[in-house]
């Protein structure tokens, strides 16, 4: 009886452990945290194209629409839609600033066109 006691035991932490390293590298918590200290954060999967991923700078939250096409003879992101959900979150940012976001994104996908939707739009050109 007492050893099956230990071995509960040891279960349960080494369950215990796993949980709280789960949590701290889950991508979606990091995301979170990102928002809240208005810092920059990249939230993807970028093994499915059809979830669209997220971005956290500077306390606005944009949000990316990735769009399936074919780019050297292999199917990729060839297009992406990005927008905000919450327009006044931008203020104060500057064309610089899009400018960062739009290297980001180019860095997890080379080959797609980025397109703004208003009013991020009217600023880039």
């Known amino acids: 009886m007492f050893v099956l006691i230990r071995v509960l035991l040891?279960?349960?932490?080494?369950?215990?452990?796993?949980?709280?390293?789960r949590y701290f590298f889950n991508p979606k918590r990091k995301f979170d945290d990102a928002v809240q200290r208005r810092g920059y954060y990249f939230y993807d999967d970028s093994k499915n194209a059809r979830k669209n991923f997220f971005i956290s700078y500077k306390g606005a939250i944009f949000e990316g629409e990735k769009y399936l096409g074919t780019a050297n003879d292999i199917l990729e992101v060839v297009s992406i839609f990005i927008d905000t959900k919450n327009a006044m979150e931008l203020q104060g940012l500057k064309k610089d600033d899009f400018l960062f976001l739009e290297s980001e994104i180019r860095r997890h996908y080379p080959n797609a066109i980025i397109s703004w939707k208003n009013p991020i739009e009217q600023l880039m050109k």
């Open 10 to 21: 040891v279960v349960l932490i080494l369950y215990v452990m796993y949980k709280v390293i």
